[in-house]
């Protein structure tokens, strides 16, 4: 079956992981590049210090783990090992520095890894501690001492302070490209026969690798186009992926899930570019303290995040409702603890409320997806049989 056209166009720039884009900005620029370790990263900070945010999401099946397993055990996530390869064999020697968040054991241990083997020469290698407990206002404080600590340490990396008025302009570009992903969410929601998640996860992808005025101005260039587009509905189950917040699955297993007959109408693909529900306020005395009053307040749940105001299963169930889902789509990387976890919590809800749900692996060298096509078009017909 043919590749939808926006995946056809930008699927190689996109995840290519010698990331030829940064070396032609470092090049052009002569400015710095940080890349960041998934789930969440407060890339305004980054764009703030002037230096380019790099996504790092390993490297995709693309490189041999040949190096990588004398420093990490092999039992671990591809994405992480994947990732140290990368550092390993110098294909990610266009980056001045790496950040991590303390999403799990893995994550914060490849930051130990990571500064190790490429702390020297200039390097900055970053671990945010992100708060435990987002019930009060301790937890605002606490994390707004940690980005300002790192707003810091780049700084003083790229020459270029991180003032309150480069903040405010880098949050606010940053809520430009928030709402046109809400928008081509929108779209795919309400016509998901408009648009590919394929195309979707491939255009959202593109903002890890290019400056993020350049990608707002390709955004908006894809939703005219989609939006544009005549398209007849077919008939497809309405689902939602849930477990694919950091390790991203091949574009082929999306491609996959699609042909089989699913429409997917929610998603927590990249969800660390969506990672707040709405706008981040701007604090003109103290930006940094807005962004991150909005982690607390405003973030998405994840298996990654430590509980907030609300239990996840709820906002999982909410999203259901809110996208007119079918069912849910378990697409959790082999080895992910924190998906893993969730998802037997997760199940118990669905089950108690009858909503269909499928459960998926992956991980980054899958090179067969005949058994997942079988998977996706029984639970398919298992819906519409029903």
């Known amino acids: 079956m043919a590749r939808a056209p926006l995946v056809e166009r930008y699927a190689d720039l996109a995840t290519d992981p010698t990331f030829p884009s940064v070396r032609a900005w470092k090049e052009k620029t002569g400015g710095k590049a940080v890349g960041y370790f998934p789930v969440f990263p407060p890339a305004e900070i980054i764009h703030a210090a002037g230096m380019l945010p790099v996504g790092v999401f390993g490297a995709g099946g693309a490189v041999e783990i040949d190096h990588a397993d004398s420093r990490m055990q092999s039992f671990v996530c591809s994405i992480s090992r994947s990732t140290l390869?990368?550092?390993?064999?110098?294909?990610v020697n266009c980056l001045d520095g790496m950040m991590f968040t303390t999403i799990c054991d893995v994550a914060r241990n490849l930051s130990g890894v990571w500064k190790r083997n490429f702390g020297g020469n200039?390097?900055?290698?970053?671990?945010?501690h992100m708060p435990q407990r987002s019930s009060d206002d301790t937890a605002t404080t606490y994390l707004t001492a940690e980005f300002h600590r790192v707003a810091d340490r780049l700084g003083t990396s790229s020459?270029?302070?991180?003032?309150?008025?480069?903040?405010?302009?880098?949050?606010?570009?940053?809520?430009?490209?928030?709402?046109?992903?809400?928008?081509?969410?929108?779209?795919?929601?309400?016509?998901?026969?408009?648009v590919a998640t394929s195309e979707l996860y491939v255009l959202e992808r593109?903002?890890?690798v290019m400056p993020r005025e350049e990608h707002n101005r390709l955004l908006e260039g894809a939703i005219a186009e989609v939006d544009g587009?005549?398209?007849?509905?077919?008939?497809?189950?309405?689902?939602?992926?849930?477990?694919?917040?950091?390790?991203?699955?091949?574009?082929?297993?999306?491609?996959?899930?699609?042909?089989?007959?699913?429409?997917?109408?929610?998603?927590?693909?990249?969800?660390?570019?969506?990672?707040?529900d709405n706008d981040v306020p701007v604090d003109p005395e103290d930006p940094i303290r807005g962004l991150a009053k909005a982690y607390v307040d405003r973030s998405k749940m994840t298996s990654v995040r430590h509980q907030g105001k609300s239990r996840r299963s709820e906002t999982m169930m909410g999203r259901l409702k809110s996208s007119n889902a079918d069912g849910?789509?378990?697409?959790?990387?082999?080895?992910?603890?924190?998906?893993?976890?969730?998802?037997?919590?997760?199940?118990?809800?669905?089950?108690r409320e009858r909503v269909p749900y499928l459960s998926l692996e992956f991980e980054e060298k899958m090179g067969a997806f005949e058994q997942a096509r079988m998977q996706v078009e029984t639970f398919v017909e298992s819906i519409l049989f029903a």
Do not use: M
Request: hydrophobic share 40%; glycine share 6%.
């Open 85 to 91: 390869e990368l550092g390993l064999t110098e294909r």
């Open 122 to 128: 200039g390097q900055v290698t970053e671990l945010l």
């Open 159 to 194: 020459g270029q302070e991180t003032t309150p008025e480069r903040l405010t302009n880098s949050i606010e570009l940053y809520n430009r490209s928030r709402a046109l992903l809400r928008k081509l969410y929108a779209i795919r929601r309400d016509h998901p026969e408009k």
């Open 206 to 208: 593109l903002g890890c």
């Open 229 to 276: 587009r005549s398209a007849k509905a077919r008939d497809a189950v309405r689902v939602i992926i849930e477990g694919s917040f950091c390790e991203q699955p091949p574009i082929e297993l999306l491609e996959v899930l699609e042909e089989a007959g699913c429409y997917v109408v929610d998603d927590d693909l990249l969800v660390g570019h969506r990672w707040f």
């Open 328 to 351: 849910v789509v378990f697409c959790s990387a082999k080895f992910c603890e924190p998906a893993l976890y969730d998802y037997v919590l997760f199940k118990e809800v669905l089950e």
